[in-house]
């Protein structure tokens, strides 16, 4: 209910702030069994950490994950997974400037009028780094998915933006890179762009798309909790995102029928893939794709003009440790939320059908 | 679990196949005392029903709901409220062409992998029928929302799109023609496009926007259930969606956060309003906006290559009532699962400080 | 959260007031495929309708079910399940007695408090009459079960109580007689024991036991969802309840561990069974046994004083039809529930191991 | 779904083994704004902690809880709070003796069925050291309902059982002993009792009661999640128990209407309380009270016959550190559950009413 929980059979609950003591979280339902690859995990949050490359938030933060529960020798016993990762930065730091004024664009103002109350320490609850857990918890759900791949990649930052479709593009180019985008070419560019706007003092926006492969048919229920419903809900669940796609998105709105419709091969699988994976709500087995705006962040290093907690006009001053922008730490947390969708649906289809 | 139900502290259950006995639901949660209009109901039924002008199909179904529980006097009483509407169309038509065989890009597929049997009358649960519960459901969160305004049109139809920002529109336009598009001569254009559509025997998908006024500050959670993250549920859990945005969207991707961010007036509202009046996955008070594509209906009049139930090639004939283009009759379904969205976020708000 | 929906995969929602239009409810999550036999869904139903016997309330309802969806050719195909039954006595009867005034240990007062209004038509809302909806998806249930056994009976009626363990009982006997006591002379003695009560315009209490056989081991989530912790959810949510006991239950905390303990046979099975089917919350597949504790009904021939909405003290005239003694009916409510529980840990555990 | 949440507002999750690194939970839907009690909380803890008196348990474990998150300067936020326990007893202890054995009447047999696999440490997740979790979270609760007051008592070990019903009890007696009976007499017989049983390397069982005062009218949800539904829920879930009973309970299933209904004062109250606060679901503001029963401890000091995972007949040794009786300190565990039932239902009912 108060929005910190995701998943129904496979279910995870995040709490922390910032700068509090620890970031964590609870992961019930988890199948009992699986024997964990604890470095694929670890290895997950690494993408995700601050301060990995030049063009990223320089914040120092180890972001190592500690389990308490829910594992023995080694597997999962069917118990709930308790974690936690101590925040490093945690102390001290000078927050005067944003303490009673509210950055545009970010979440000070409404958390204050909702809640009364917030914990203005580098946003508090509002900060991506809650995202961390969410990556613990889909990196675990990757496991329990081992014939289901994930591949996000950045294909757009600003207005530079890859033109080709998925199929033509080569996923073991996306590590490679800091960017994480699978054409080399097209990822020196938007490095580039993105050390410039960093020299600004400015953030931009950008886009990952996300393919998964190997999904079995049937996962997602037809009506209100579709499959591309859910991973839409979890997509605009990550901080800075404003819009999804899936299949042929927005662009296929301009099609015709005649012209959208995927005619069928003999064996079920299509010849085309505009629905992207996709029908009625439930996966038919081919490749699931999809495109997830982020907005640039709101927190640049520039003097804003603003107002306080009394309604009076101050000027914000731009300082701290940010993204310049937010795809490329981006790319895990979209494949993470993806796995927390495809292994819900993925449970929950064994009940289904009757025997 | 198995998606029918929508809603946490407002919610609404729904049943019903295409051309089964009838269609309905039970909406939990409704607070009591509310006096309810049931002209305002039936009016949003009239709006999506099917026959409605010459654009639409020309199924034939009344779509009056009637109310079985929960309404005493004139008024909800806060038990549950019961409903159902009758298929006036239910009986024998001839279904052969469609029973053994999967149409492309429909759920016949994917239903029946995922189930074993489908009920193939016209769709069964995969209908668009199901929307008209929803419907009922919404017009009554409206009347519970009485200081929130929903205004959705339709801003696009195949290539023919709207080019003027929302507020520059006048939503008194948007009923007094059959597309439901604001701008009276892109509405005849669009009007003119479909029928020459129909004429083909083709579909053509399009959007439609939706702008929510008169919203509290608070509404929503911040992690997994932000305001715009259950939006784009809701939105995308309608049939035939591909893809949902808000605020500045998909374009939103290209700006730097000197331009996008909202500057704050004395009052807390904003100078802009890029982020389209959520913050942080809550309401900020301004107005929430949002686009919603959808693709061409799968059904179209002509004949497709298909397959059937044993992976033989087969002829799919085109033959049916179908719409041409689902976005005029999609305006009050938008609006519907806009309000369910708000409603149950406005309940849930009131838990939310201590006093 | 309202309250009117039990269970999780296999969900069961109802609707209705006891003199509204119907009553009726929508299962979710019944598993596609399985042929439902409707005779012994009507069968359930009779055995709770009113009018059946000389012992129970007078009151004329047929109390027929009619389905409207869910259902394809006899089978479920995995969509919700609709449903509806109709009140044959939902006209103008006379209630000016109680429209004003609040019956003694009956719901009228708080309903009131916590609504601001009520349906005073024969209890409304709080009238058992809703317990025919569960009676539907209990029987629904039963079948999705077809290898667990469900045997409720009476076993007390006011003081007269079965001394005998439920092993020693002959279930045969249970529909053998109107009271449904598996002891023929005990079933006797009810039955006159009921009709002095009848008599003396007075209400008694009773005790409905309750045993399940053919329990899969592995049932129940260990914490807060134990299999024994839903059941006693679900009984005590049945009108009138005000005890549940399960094992060894009130009289095993007066024992000591080294003679309530079960010693294992080399085949898991236990010697004895303290434990009444469950350990740790899961079902260890020996019997699941339990006791319901049912007060008098509340509403009595004789007139009682009391106070009406205006906190004047009134008398209340005893009228209308009632039943004496709820225990015969609440059997097949108390199997419906038992059903429903155990349903629904039967789905859920199929996603509880990795494979 | 897998069982470890309690509440849907005000929701409680909890991880964590016997032995593992920490217990722990997280707390989602606490109102922002509470200035918490830090040391009430931990007195809470230190009522139920190991080793707390010579009739418990000698394990020793501090019980200190750290909180993570969701308190900035001291006030809840809104935020989910994040807590845990470290485990002191969790290294190494010899558990050869119940590696390969199942214990009788504990949940090893049923946990290595359901998962395949256990953590045996201790009881791992099934001891009852869980419950520190919900002891905090209850405790926070209480700090919610300020105005709700919570006795919990010993009325029975074995076959001492306090005769007098509540309202004859002097509360502020039951800290005084380390029984925690209010009968000063009665808690000096038991506790000599208990070391007897303890001297014998047995266990007995007891029960405990509990009144809440100060409940608003108007509390519980009238159909399937009555308040006393979810109090049985709550209490039934705890380690142990056997059977619940509210108001009249078991012993209210002899009367007749006429002598159990509670007669209305013209303020609302009532002349009795038969009804134990609750009719129809919903508390009526009288004072809640209701009875749990609790079996004996199944670990007990002396040799049993057992069978090993194998199937083979073996001799379970009795040893280890256990409770002779537990019901001393589950009196804050029913306290916890009680407070985390109303706090659900109080926060949830300011959703009811219009206005």
């Known amino acids: 209910m108060a929005g910190n929980t995701y998943g129904t059979v496979f ?3 995040t709490f922390g ?9 609870v992961i019930d339902g988890c199948p ?3 024997t964990l690859d604890f470095e694929a995990i670890q290895q997950e949050l690494n993408r995700r950490k601050p301060g990995q490359s030049a063009i990223v938030t320089q914040r120092k933060e180890p972001d190592t994950v500690a389990f308490y529960s829910g594992i023995f020798e080694g597997k999962t016993t069917g118990t709930p997974i308790g974690f936690a990762i101590k925040n490093a930065n945690q102390k001290s730091k000078d927050y005067s400037h944003i303490k009673n004024s509210f950055r545009p664009s970010h979440a000070d103002y409404t958390y204050t009028q909702k809640y009364g109350v917030r914990d203005y320490r580098g946003g508090g609850r509002s900060s991506a780094r809650e995202t961390a857990s969410r990556v613990v918890a889909g990196a675990i759900a990757k496991q329990v998915l081992k014939d289901i791949t994930f591949n996000a990649y950045v294909s757009a930052v600003g ?8 199929d033509q593009l080569d996923f073991a180019e996306i590590e490679k890179n800091d960017v994480r985008c699978p054409d080399p070419v097209m990822a020196q560019d938007m490095e580039t762009f993105i050390k410039q706007i960093r020299k ?3 953030t931009v926006g950008g886009v990952v798309s996300c393919v998964i492969s190997g999904v079995p048919v049937g996962l997602g229920e037809p009506v209100f909790d579709k499959l591309h419903a859910e991973l839409g809900k979890a997509m605009l669940s990550i901080n800075a995102v404003k819009g ?5 998105g927005f662009d296929g709105a301009q099609l015709r029928g005649s012209e959208h419709n995927d005619l069928f091969n003999t064996d079920g699988t299509t010849k085309t893939n505009l629905s992207g994976g996709i029908q009625g709500g439930i996966s038919n087995g081919m490749d699931i794709y999809f495109n997830v705006a982020f907005k640039p962040v709101a927190t640049i290093m520039q003097d804003q ?4 907690d009394k309604g009076e006009e101050v000027v914000m001053q731009g300082k701290g440790r940010h993204d310049p922008c937010v795809v490329p730490r981006a790319v895990p947390i ?7 969708v495809l292994v819900d649906f993925y449970l929950l289809n064994k009940t289904i059908k009757y025997s």
């Open 32 to 34: 009992a069994g699986i």
């Open 17 to 25: 702030e910032s700068h509090g003591v620890a970031i964590g979280g």
């Open 11 to 13: 279910r995870i609950t």
């Open 200 to 202: 600004d003092g400015d």
């Open 159 to 166: 207005p530079l933006k890859i033109e080709k479709p998925y």
């Open 334 to 340: 979209v494949e993470a939320m993806a796995a927390l």
């Open 305 to 308: 003009d603003t107002i306080n």
């Open 244 to 248: 999804f796609e899936y299949g042929s």
